[in-house]
């Protein structure tokens, strides 16, 4: 099934253009990356599909629906977006970060109901922080603070999440950590999940499918093994690649 459908989606900014003409479908239910060099286009696609950015030309539809048609309770209860530099959590512990997801069901000045504190409960749980609860989000570790993120999204109840470059500010075990964590997410409750990504073997590990861009077009979809192979990464990033099979059979590309 279609997750979202883009159709000719154009976004432009005074003087330049950030996406030209795409088109393409992603699917549901599974770990997506967007990936390209920087300034290609991969954030202003992502805050498109959270309406955080407008479209100037094209049609993007979500579970069948046009965006335009959902309300903004509606949307959100469907779908959470985690922008690359979340809010302040300052003076806020973990509880009270991930209850903010509950925000779509009950409203500023509804109470918190039971069905509220079962989900929050869960949510810490399914992303291991429960033991962190009561700590204040400012003193934990940077893979400590993105989980706590990402229960948050998960007490929303969303079934599709969103998330810009989740693992930029991270060490490569929280990066592990932290995708191997979304990707469990995806494939035992049946979540979608379309990610932002910097390193292209962490997108080739993890993830089910791929979307490359480049100058704000379409360079390449499909799986990891459709990513992984010298010609297409030298089309997308501009830079011949050697592409290495490890023990086990998984790639590695490191440049030539």
């Not at 996406?19 to 549901?28: A, C, E, I, N, S």
């Not at 500023?108 to 429960?130: I, K, N, Q, Y």
């Not at 995708?179 to 080739?204: D, K, Y």
């Amino acid at each position: 099934m279609t997750l979202f459908a883009i159709r000719d989606l154009t976004v432009d900014v005074p003087g330049r253009r950030l996406l030209h003409g795409l088109t393409l479908d992603l699917p549901q239910g599974r770990m997506i990356a967007l990936i390209g060099h920087n300034g290609s286009g991969k954030s202003t696609l992502l805050k498109v599909l959270a309406r955080q950015v407008a479209a100037s030309g094209g049609s993007v539809s979500f579970e069948s629906r046009p965006l335009g048609d959902w309300r903004a309770r509606d949307y959100a209860r469907r779908l959470a977006f985690l922008p690359q530099h979340p809010p302040p959590a300052e003076g806020m512990t973990v509880r009270e970060l991930v209850a903010l997801g509950r925000y779509p069901w009950h409203g500023a000045l509804g109470r918190f109901s039971l069905e509220d504190h079962a989900a929050v409960t869960r949510a810490m749980a399914e992303c291991g922080v429960s033991a962190f609860a009561d700590r204040l989000v400012d003193t934990m570790s940077g893979g400590e603070r993105q989980r706590a993120w990402l229960a948050m999204m998960v007490a929303q109840q969303a079934g599709t999440l969103l998330l810009d470059e989740p693992i930029s500010a991270l060490d490569i075990a929280h990066q592990v950590e932290v995708l191997a964590l979304v990707r469990r997410m995806c494939h035992e409750t049946g979540r979608s999940a379309v990610i932002v990504l910097h390193e292209v073997n962490m997108a080739a590990r993890f993830c089910d499918h791929v979307v490359a861009l480049k100058g704000g077009r379409l360079a390449l979809q499909g799986g990891p093994s459709d990513l992984m192979r010298p010609e297409a990464l030298k089309h997308i990033y501009g830079l011949p690649m050697q592409v290495l099979t490890r023990p086990g059979g998984s790639p590695v590309a490191i440049p030539a």
